[in-house]
């Protein structure tokens, strides 16, 4: 409950602080007319709902999808390296988008949509290779832990290569715009994007809850689940699919927002104690929400004016994060 009402107050803090401020109360006019047709506000109301509130809506649900995607895959591998950005599912949308863009031209919905199909078919890749060459697993644990992370790992390396070359090959104005997607932005946000990253997650969302039943007892390891009755390729292959398919539709729309899917799993298990999908959305939210703010609103009072993609910032946070990790789970087995 705390974190879903810090959520909301960034949320709100996020539209109505910054740059240009909008009171609460002319806020609720703003939209209220936008809604009923009536009289609109000069320049505060397209900055509200054309700029603030899509961009705040989107980083709201990309937070989300990258949060519970996380927290599947790290609960359900029993890894904390488990993240679609380390394994390389991002890599594979950035690679699809890239060439999208420095290859065929695309722009907008195109270069989203070439990110999804991209980051899926990674995601079957690197699942096929870790069970052997088989999407359907035959024996248990082959796509769990470190093959699949491994495997991940290497798929991405090669997807990075690709990337660098097409960069290299690519014109000046060509190669800025495809960096300031690498990096994750949502200076894109329209409220278009909104409505189908909103129609995407009203369907993976509640599946995810609905087939996130056996991972408490995945945990436990392969055996153990399957002498408690769970079939666990057909559980962890429904869980890959979900997660991974959370991870594309947030990567479409905002692109590869670095390490907000691999901090939100662990930050909600020590606030919580628990695995919990509910807490790792609403820290995924809170990430992405105060990243954007510090980088559209905080970062060019100091750096003379420049505004930072989102990616930025969590990518900053998330590598200190890493080595913290790293030096616990060290000082632990010691």
């Known amino acids: 409950m705390l974190l879903a009402a810090a959520v909301v107050l960034l949320f709100f803090v996020s539209v ?6 909008v ?19 000069p320049g505060a109301s397209f900055i509200v709902m054309e700029n603030k509130l899509p961009r705040a809506v989107i980083g709201t ?54 990110a999804l199909a991209g980051a899926l078919a990674v995601a079957a890749l690197i699942y096929a ?40 090959r690519a014109d000046i104005r060509t190669a800025a715009d495809t960096l300031v997607w690498l990096n994750g932005s949502l200076n ?6 909104a409505g189908v990253l909103f129609l995407a997650l009203a369907a993976l969302v509640p599946a995810a809850g609905v087939v996130a039943g056996p991972l408490r007892i995945l945990e436990l390891g392969d055996d153990a689940a399957a002498g408690l009755g769970v079939r666990v390729n057909c559980a962890r ?32 298990r020590r606030l919580t104690g628990t ?14 929400l105060a990243a954007d703010y510090f980088a559209a609103n905080l970062a060019p009072l100091l750096l003379d004016g420049t505004v930072l993609p989102v990616g930025v910032i969590t990518g900053a946070l ?17």
């Open 318 to 334: 998330g590598a200190p994060f890493l080595l913290w990790l790293l030096v616990t789970a060290n000082r632990k087995e010691a």
């Open 237 to 268: 292959l429904a869980l890959v699919v979900i997660a991974v398919s959370l991870a594309a539709v947030a990567t479409a729309a905002a692109g590869p927002v670095s390490f907000v899917a691999f901090l939100a799993g662990p930050i909600a």
């Open 23 to 41: 009171t609460l109360p002319d806020f609720f006019t703003i939209v209220a007319n936008h809604l009923t047709g009536g009289a609109k506000i």
């Open 129 to 168: 290779i870790s069970n052997g060459g088989k999407l359907r697993g035959t024996r248990r644990g082959n796509a769990a832990g470190n093959r699949l992370i491994l495997a991940g790992v290497g798929i991405a390396a090669a997807l990075q290569a690709v990337v660098s070359f097409l960069m290299a």
């Open 61 to 114: 649900m990309i937070g989300i999808a990258f949060g519970v995607a996380g927290a599947l895959f790290q609960t359900m591998l029993r890894n904390p390296l488990a993240s679609p950005d380390v394994i390389g599912i991002s890599s594979g949308a950035s690679a699809a988008a890239v060439v999208a863009i420095v290859v065929f031209g695309a722009s907008g919905a195109v270069v989203s949509g070439a």
């Open 16 to 21: 109505l602080l910054g740059s240009y401020t």
């Open 275 to 288: 695995a919990s999908l509910p807490a790792s959305a609403f820290v995924g939210a809170l990430i992405v």
């Open 188 to 193: 894109s946000a329209t409220w278009d994007r």
